[in-house]
């Protein structure tokens, strides 16, 4: 029914089809434009389907080729013995792998004009994507954090296949209910609600301002960045490596909003959100903070105050933060949101291998802070590879 072309570039891609298919609240062609245009050649090589009913295109699969790390892949156990390995053959540390998504996006999708069959557009995608596996002798495939609505489809699919499914970091995001932050502090469990207006109220001394950077210049963005890789650096799990010409990029679309906080006197920036607003959802996308701060300026509850402020005003339902961090995101009243990934190893022997890991995987032995969070609430956590 459907047959499947690949590009290198979004640029080969018509506006008209990206507006179809990834409209608000999605990242469209300005998203992976910037990635694209960033120099990130070194960690993924860009990759998009696009989905013809006969001669008419009706969907775009965004797609990239990557070496990923086995230490994010493996088992903690192993992985020393691998490591060992690996000082005798480099290769093992590292597995080429093809994904459907985006590698810096908090949901995987693939966009489709209204009224396509989501089943056979996810069997042709992925059987051209064997092909293409076969073609550049990539052994693993995987379709990265898709959301629930999908997971009928691709939960049919990936068992056809012989594959299997993985739970992956939740999303996070929050609901802005009422008209101002009154509402939003409303809507938190009571116990949630105390504590953070008991740290915003400690804070409230602390001698900063907030302010909304459209397209800063260069010297602020050095400043940006330098604040983000302090950030990236004390992060436990690092898929993505951005450098400062994606910030220097995004930063002049009109969806980005960089919301900083400054030191009065100095004007010097302390920490930063990269937001993206599309329709009336806020999209969360990287933050930054100056770690040498007084602790008691609690910078990151000072920051997510003023983007909940700012949310409000320009109308905003909605703000999703992505993954990790999980810790003061929920102390924030933030939902997580289940993702999933589907794989399958074309060898046979190492596909059963994984399969049997991924059964070992559920949020609780992904991160510590979500292990805390589903001893308090079990009935949330996922449960299909337990079936």
């Given at each position: ?94 597995q080429r792998t093809l994904f459907i998504g985006s590698p810096c996006s908090d ?90 207006k008991k740290k915003l109220r400690l804070a409230a001394n602390a001698p900063i ?115 990790t961090g999980y810790a003061p995101k929920i102390e924030l009243g933030n939902e ?52």
């Amino acid at each position: 029914m459907f047959n499947v072309k690949w590009v290198d570039s979004e640029s080969e891609i018509q506006q008209s089809l990206w507006e179809h298919c990834f409209p608000a609240p999605y990242e469209g062609r300005w998203w992976y434009k910037a990635l694209e245009d960033a120099g990130l050649q070194d960690q993924f090589k860009f990759q998009y389907g696009i989905v013809y009913d006969e001669e008419k295109p009706v969907a775009i699969a965004p797609a990239f080729l990557m070496n990923v790390p086995m230490k994010l892949v493996v088992p903690p156990f192993i992985f020393p013995l691998l490591a060992i390995l690996g000082h005798i053959i480099p290769s093992v540390l590292y597995q080429r792998t093809l994904f459907i998504g985006s590698p810096c996006s908090d949901e995987g999708r693939v966009g489709a004009i209204e009224g396509v069959d989501q089943y056979a557009l996810f069997e042709a995608i992925n059987f051209s994507m064997k092909e293409m596996a076969r073609k550049h002798n990539v052994p693993m495939l995987v379709w990265k954090d898709f959301t629930n609505k999908d997971a009928t489809d691709l939960s049919r699919m990936i068992k056809n296949e012989g594959g299997f499914r993985l739970v992956s970091f939740p999303g996070t995001e929050v609901s802005l209910l009422g008209e101002d932050k009154n509402g939003y502090l409303a809507s938190l469990k009571a116990s949630r609600r105390n504590k953070v207006k008991k740290k915003l109220r400690l804070a409230a001394n602390a001698p900063i301002e907030g302010e909304v950077l459209i397209n800063p210049d260069s010297e602020t963005i050095q400043e940006i960045f330098e604040l983000f890789s302090q950030t990236y650096d004390k992060g436990v799990t690092k898929f993505e490596r951005l450098n400062i010409n994606f910030f220097k990029l995004i930063s002049k679309y009109e969806h980005a909003h960089i919301l900083v906080l400054r030191e009065k006197d100095t004007k010097k920036i302390v920490s930063f959100m990269l937001c993206f607003l599309i329709g009336k959802q806020v999209i969360n996308k990287f933050i930054g903070i100056d770690y040498q701060k007084p602790k008691e300026w609690f910078l990151y509850f000072r920051l997510w105050e003023f983007a909940v402020e700012w949310s409000y005003s320009v109308g905003a339902k909605r703000i999703q933060s992505g993954q990790t961090g999980y810790a003061p995101k929920i102390e924030l009243g933030n939902e997580l949101v289940h993702l999933t990934n589907y794989c399958k190893h074309r060898n046979p022997i190492v596909n059963w291998l994984y399969k049997q890991g991924a059964k070992t995987v559920n949020w609780d032995t992904l991160d510590g802070d979500l292990s805390e969070f589903v001893k308090a609430y079990p009935d949330l956590m996922p449960d299909f590879n337990s079936k």
